[in-house]
């Protein structure tokens, strides 16, 4: 197990691509993207007044998604 400093804030979800390297953090505000064998955030996107309730990585790992509000998909 890896500690990773995470966004400072409540975390509301997680997903890993599909081949583990890559963990999305959906927090309230942010949506980060990390590196975790570098132990690194290689994305960090504020998602300003919002909160990230879920996040997932489409199959091929190319793409996240992100559901930043009440119906509100990015």
């Known amino acids: 197990m890896l500690p990773l400093d995470g ?3 409540p975390v509301h979800g997680l997903a890993y691509s599909p081949d ?3 963990l999305a953090v959906g927090a309230e505000g942010r949506v ?3 590196d975790v064998v570098a132990q690194a955030v290689v994305f960090d996107w ?3 007044d919002r909160s990230s309730h879920a996040v997932r990585f489409d199959p091929a790992g190319r ?3 992100a559901v930043t509000g009440p ?3 990015t």
């Open 20 to 22: 583990g390297r890559l």
């Open 32 to 34: 980060q993207v990390w």
């Open 71 to 73: 119906h509100e998909l």
């Open 46 to 48: 504020p998602a300003a």
């Open 63 to 65: 793409h996240l998604f």
């Open 7 to 9: 966004p400072g804030r």
